[in-house]
């Protein structure tokens, strides 16, 4: 796998929320949890996880989602596109959603989560697979750094 370089563009269904990266992606990872399902109307969620620092954005966004403690998920206020999301507690990453990016294509999950509640025809070409999630931090910054050896 070859992982795409820097600087990164993206758009919402419509076009009104632009997004940028400068920076490489940290992990790429698919959750296969049922919030997931149902928030993304598919059978798992793509995410691509950068550093805040690295993302901007233009247009308006809206909040949506369980509005759960410490989960902030960010949609386009005109097509209401699932966007990004941040997590409470690590605000010096952000969640993109892989579908918004031009290059959606090249950031192939590296880990899938959740697979617990995996609807049983879903295949993701993941090298890591957790039941539930990587236990602590430090298994998440092993896998951040295995993947951005590649
Ligand atoms: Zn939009
Ligand atoms: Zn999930």
């Not at 490489?24 to 793509?46: E, F, G, I, M, N």
């Not at 809206?62 to 989960?71: H, I, N, P």
């Not at 990453?93 to 999950?109: D, Q």
Request: proline share 7%; glycine share 6%.
């Amino acid at each position: 796998m070859i992982l795409p370089k820097p600087p990164f563009e993206g758009s919402c269904l419509c076009g009104s929320v632009q997004v940028s990266v400068t920076a490489p992606a940290l992990l790429t990872l698919a959750c296969h949890c049922r919030d997931c399902q149902k928030l993304c109307a598919s059978a798992y969620s793509l995410t691509t996880m950068f550093p805040s620092a690295s993302f901007s954005y233009k247009g308006e966004l809206v909040k949506g989602g369980l509005g759960s403690s410490g989960r902030t998920h960010y949609f386009c206020k005109s097509c209401l596109n699932f966007v990004f999301s941040q997590i409470g507690g690590a605000d010096q990453r952000i969640n993109l959603r892989t579908s918004v990016l031009n290059e959606a294509a090249s950031f192939e999950p590296f880990v899938e989560v959740m697979t617990d509640e995996k609807v049983p025809w879903a295949k993701v070409p993941a090298v890591h697979s957790f039941p539930r999630y990587p236990e602590t931090l430090e298994n998440l910054q092993a896998l951040m750094d295995e993947y951005s050896a590649r």
